[in-house]
């Protein structure tokens, strides 16, 4: 890890843009891309960050300048493959496979899937089929267009969309997030339902509430993104 360089961290406009300046020098991608910033509340994000680095600096620690490198030096170079990608989750999503047993689970999962199907069906000109069970269902072929579509090309959307994407199952889940028509607890509860059952049914292991509580909070961190864009 580097030793921490820097005294002062601020956020400066730029043309239409925004930047962070770690003392008088302006922050780059590990590309060494130019990292222009599309809104001062974003650039925030990644100034608060490196703000909160003590002595020595910890990337795992800074998620928001990581979604940020990645849209930057890779999702920009590939946006129609990264949306591509992301699409295929649709084409096995999460909220399309329905547990056969038992029947309190089965209603649990229909009460709170079957409303954002309901509503990615009439967002995004889709057809969902449903199934009961883990055998892989083929959904329509035009689904992967219109989800790849819905997700776009701009990088920095983008790259949290995927993330979310592979985070939640669920390419739906992701775009429910993105377009504030969830909340991340929401998100998580609904990508998450399965195992939050067997927790009401049987009691919390610790290893396994440690690693959703984790997930929660990544969650949480890419709605942030989301809502600074």
Sequence with gaps: MAKRFYETVKVEARDAAFVVLLDARELKTPAKKPMLLPSAALAQLVADEWQAQDD?????????????????????????????????????????????????????????????????????????????????????????????????????RLTALAHLAALLGSAILALALGEAHISPRQAYELAFLDDLYQIDEWGVDEEAGARLDKIELEIATVARYLSAL
């Design 56 to 156: 020595e600096i910890v990337p795992d620690s800074m998620p928001i300048m990581r979604m940020v490198s990645t849209a930057l030096d890779r999702v920009a170079d590939m946006p129609m493959e990264t949306a591509e990608a992301f699409a295929a989750y649709a084409m096995s999503d999460l909220l399309c496979y329905r547990a056969e047993h038992p029947q309190k689970l089965v209603e649990k999962q229909a009460d709170s899937w079957d409303p954002l199907l309901d509503w990615a069906t009439s967002r995004f000109d889709v057809s969902m089929v449903v199934t009961a069970g883990i055998l892989p269902v083929d959904q329509p072929e035009e689904n992967q267009t219109r989800f790849a579509s819905a997700a776009g090309e701009e990088p920095l």
